[in-house]
Structure formats: C-alpha cells, structure tokens
C-alpha cells in the first residue's frame, strides 16, 4: 500500500479549500442557518473553483480525483466552520455511482451539473421501518410497459428542498426467483406522486431532513441507474464515498472545535499563567487531536483502497475511518465545549451548536454498533446474533 504522506498537490488543495472555507467561516454558517437559508453561495462558488467536482471524470467536467480529493475538501470546509454536508451525497454518493454505473446518457445528463454545482441530487435509502438493515426496504418498483412505478416511503434524507432529484434505492422482483434485489432510480423531485415533509430537528443545519413518500411515481426506463441484476455491487459503491466524506465531515467538525479550544486555552489567565499551562486542560486538549489525527489517517487510507478499486477492502477500512472519526469528533467537541466553562455554552462563541452536530458523526449514516458488528462479522469472522 502506498504511504499515506501527503502529495504536494493535495497538500495545495488543501491550502486552496482552506482559505475559501475562511473567507465564509462558521460566521457565515450560523448566520445562513438562522436565516432557514442553503448556504448557496459557499456551494456556488466551491462549485466554480472546480471544487465540488473534484473525485467525477474530466470528460463530465469534474477534476478526474478521487474521494481522497473530495474528502479533504470536506475536511478543510469543516476545518474552517463552513461545512457543506451535501458534498457527502451529490458529488460522494450520487455522483460516484453514476460515474460508475450510468449510461452515457445518465453520465452526460448529471455529472457536468453535479461537478459545477448548478444541479444537486439527493439520495434516498433510510426507511421508517428498516433502519439500518437495508435488506428490510419496502420501497419496491414493478413494470408498467417500458415504464416503472415507484412506491414506498423515505427518511432522514437531507436537501430535498434544495434538489433536483433523488437517487431512491428501491426494490424490483427478480423474474427467476421471485425475490426482491436493490435497485437504484433518479426520481425527480418534481415527478407526480413524489411527496416531501420537512422533519423537525432539534440539529441546525443548513440543510434540512425530509420524509418522502412516493405514490406510484412513474418512471421512464432510463431512471433506472446501472445494471437491474449488479444489486449490491452498486449501493455500497455508493455507501463506501458516504462513511469515507462523514469521516472526513466529522475531521473537520474536531479541527474545528479543537482550534478554537486551544486559541482559548492559550490566552485565557484565571491565576498566573494561561488555563492551556495546566496538564489537565492541556493533555485532554492534546489527546483529541492524537485521536483525530489517527482517524485522519485511516480516512486517508479508506479513500486509498477505494479509489484503487479494491471495494470489499474499502469497505471493512471505510466503516473504521468512520467510527473513528466519529469517536474523536464527539471527544473533541465535548472537550472543547468543557475548556471555555460557561463561554462554550454561549452563541458568541459558537461551539454549543456542535454538540448535537457531532452526534450525527456517531448515528449516521451507520451507527457505531452497527460498525461495530460489521468487524465483528467481517473482518473477526465472529458468529452473528442477527
């Protein structure tokens, strides 16, 4: 495996995406978000400097990267408090598999788009009832002629509002067996019999969670993305950019929070000397960055093997990138909130926020128990309970 030293030119990407996400910063965030507004601007203008489309193929207007291009641009926004969360789902999730498994058409239609930022997609798996089991999804597609007709329910899917259409993972009926296999389609949002509802949270963000129901939506036969029969090859193609970006959102939810812990330790003096002097605020200050930095690098190397193509062992090295950096994103949070005291508690400080945020890094998309089982199985070979 390659070593996981920086190359000058991410080193540069970096530097580049930092000094955009600064120029907004958590400011323009927060303000945004009180505003019940997308951060449109910040969106447009990463999608003009080349930075949305940075992992999609050249000849579909995209950087011709990888996820570990896209996910240190995710990293460096969040570094900088302006996170863009729909960076995990159109450009990761939606634009990864239609590079992969679309038609030409498909591909011509929504990559140029996805990569510049002027269309967005959605992506549609979670149901009421299944959870994290995906083998339980009751969204089903049957044929109506060359057409299909999509029902079923979603939720937890986020910036609906703000998209074009919505990649819905669904089921259709294998003609051999009688058996229900994954499919993915491109719903616009538009469509008859597509329906949203805006969910209530106590989360602010800028981008909102939605339920979706879907009354037999009619689909023409090119909304059906890849191969009828490729199933679960395609999703988690899908699903492995998804923990590898939430990993890197969550880096930089820590950075974040991190920065602005020590910046506070090193100046404020209660006694004599700065709180950051005493072990005891400094060494859990210098234990969350250890942590970060140790699932920075699994991150790094989760984003090495996908892009190479080894997708099953992306898989076992994306579900611990993500549970790492979930774990020492909620660390550093917590930390950072108990260094400033009653200041962390406090809007003008901004850090309180990202208690309930970090949180998202543990649950979503796949719980830490979830992972955690998934290594047990995989990787332990240990038996099943379920």
Known sequence: MTTHIESEEHKALRSAVAALGKR?????????????????????????????GVSLPQEHGGGGGGITELS?????????????????VSPAICGTVISRFGTEAQKRRWLPGIADGTRLMAFGITEPDAGSNSHRITTTARRDGTDWLLT?????????????????????????????????????????GFHKHPIDMELN????QFELVLDDVRLPADALVGDE?????????????ERIMTAAFAIGMGRYALAKAIEYARDRTVWKSPIGAH????????????DLELARLMTQKAAHLYDSGDDIGAGEAANMAKYAAGEACVKAVDQAVHTLGGNGL????????????????????????????YVSHQTLGLPKSY
């Open 229 to 241: 029969d490729a199933g679960l090859l395609q999703l988690f193609a899908g699903l492995n950019p």
């Open 24 to 52: 907004y910063g958590r400011e323009y965030l927060t303000r945004t978000v009180a505003e019940g507004k997308p951060l449109t601007e910040l969106w447009s203008e990463a999608g003009r400097l080349g930075y949305l």
């Open 152 to 192: 079923g329910r979603k939720v937890f899917i986020s910036g609906v509002d703000m998209a074009d259409a919505v990649l819905i993972v669904g089921r259709t009926e294998d003609a051999r067996t009688g058996n229900l296999k994954p499919c993915l389609f491109i719903v616009p949002t538009d469509a008859e």
């Open 279 to 290: 072990q005891a605020i400094a060494h859990p200050l210098a234990q969350a960055h250890i």
């Open 205 to 208: 963000a800028a981008e909102k």
């Open 346 to 373: 406090t809007r003008e400080f901004g850090l309180a926020s990202l208690i309930t945020a970090a949180r998202v890094a543990r649950i979503a998309p796949v719980s830490r128990e979830m992972i955690l089982n």
């Open 72 to 88: 240190l641009v995710l990293e460096e926004l969040g570094a900088a408090g302006s996170p863009l969360l729909m960076l995990v």
